[in-house]
């Protein structure tokens, strides 16, 4: 089985920063991508910031210039440092990777369970 979990979430004050982690165990062969999606109340998931494993990343033009996404992938980990933190980035934040568990599997992704990221004075 393949697990991502995630860690790092929690209340903040706008302005203030949050660094995510998430790291995936279990039976993987390869790690394709790793990424950050959000889903605040009443609204649906959105791509936040993705990063290939040669390194490419992609980032949500409401958070481009704050957040930095990167990865370790000997330790099949995603990290986000967000800063300049603003109210409108409250929301759960998802870990999701695009994983291959052996050589002759086709990928997949895999979710992580969410992380609250509360930002409020």
């Known amino acids: 089985q393949v697990q991502l979990v995630e860690s790092g979430g929690g209340l903040v004050q706008p302005g203030g920063s949050l660094r995510l982690s998430c790291a995936a165990s279990?039976?993987?062969?390869?790690?394709?991508?790793m990424g950050w999606y959000r889903q605040a109340p009443g609204k649906q998931r959105e791509m936040v910031a993705t990063?290939?494993?040669?390194?490419?990343?992609n980032y949500a033009d409401s958070v481009l210039g704050r957040f930095t996404i990167s990865s370790d992938n000997a330790k099949n980990t995603v990290f986000m440092q967000m800063n300049s933190l603003k109210p409108e980035d409250t929301a759960v934040y998802f870990c999701?990777?695009?994983?291959?568990?052996?050589?002759?599997?086709?990928?997949?992704?895999?979710w992580g369970q969410g992380t609250q990221v509360t930002v409020s004075s």
């Open positions: 999701n990777a695009l994983l291959r568990k052996t050589p002759w599997d086709g990928s997949r992704m895999y």
């Open positions: 990063i290939t494993r040669g390194g490419s990343t």
């Open positions: 279990g039976s993987i062969f390869s790690n394709n991508a």
